[in-house]
């Protein structure tokens, strides 16, 4: 059971450069997650999916855009990377917004 | 807006010690409550919740008691073992939206 997979599993990019963290599950989950998780702040919703085709902005949104064109993907992409998006990436998923959330293993990312 | 505070870390235990890791919350209305484990390298994964007062959520010897009187859902385990070293997180879940605290870092030591 894979559960939620996510890529790359870790990524050194130059500021300035586009970058899309790619997130799947296969759980068949309602709603979907990004969150950051930074040193000392925990965990950060960035952009949540409560189902296919719909998408919504988290705590931290700015430098970021999401889609869910299907029930398993939800793609983070960072426009233009800036250092200050330097961070850990969680992908997660869950039957609805409220229930038991599945956290992929995260995106180490640094932007240099 | 709502808000979880955890008590600050690291913490660090000898084998078969207690273990309390406070947590508190600020939320409008009735919020669930949850904990969170971090075990090194991997996502993190539910270990306990609640979903209304004076529930008490529990699983692999760790305990929680939502108390909405005191806004609180304290960690506990009667005896922590190795395996235990993690970074726990309290959680709230309000009106459509999740909050994570900053985490706390447990190491239990031999």
């Known amino acids: 059971i894979a559960g939620i997979t996510q890529a790359p599993t870790s990524q050194i990019l130059a500021a300035g450069r586009r970058m899309t963290l790619r997130c799947t599950q296969d759980?068949?989950?309602?709603?979907m997650y990004w969150y950051r998780q930074d040193l000392g702040l925990g965990l950060r919703l960035i952009h949540y999916?409560?189902?296919?085709?719909?998408?919504g902005k988290g705590e931290v949104p700015d430098g970021y855009s999401v889609s869910r064109a299907n029930t398993d993907d939800f793609p983070l992409t960072l426009a233009s990377a800036v250092p200050s998006q330097t961070s850990v990436y969680f992908c997660?998923?869950?039957?609805?917004?409220?229930?038991?959330?599945?956290f992929g293993q995260g995106t180490r990312l640094t932007v240099v | 807006g709502d808000s979880v505070t955890q008590m600050e870390g690291p913490v660090t235990l000898s084998e078969e010690a207690f273990l309390t890791i406070n947590c508190t919350y600020t939320?409008?209305?009735?919020?669930?409550l949850f904990w969170y484990v971090q075990y090194p390298g991997e996502g993190l994964q539910l270990l306990l919740k609640?979903?209304?007062?004076?529930d008490k959520g529990s699983n692999k010897g760790f305990e929680a008691t939502y108390r909405k009187e005191t806004t609180s859902f304290h960690l506990e385990k009667g005896s922590v073992q190795v395996s235990d070293s993690a970074v726990y997180f309290c959680?709230?879940?309000?009106?459509?939206?999740?909050?994570f605290g900053a985490g706390t870092r447990l190491t239990v030591k031999p």
């Open positions: 609640a979903t209304k007062a004076d």
């Open positions: 959680a709230l879940y309000n009106n459509n939206d999740m909050r």
């Open positions: 939320a409008t209305g009735y919020p669930s």
């Open positions: 999916s409560n189902t296919a085709g719909t998408t």
């Open positions: 759980m068949r989950h309602n709603a």
């Open positions: 997660a998923s869950s039957e609805g917004r409220g229930t038991e959330a599945f």
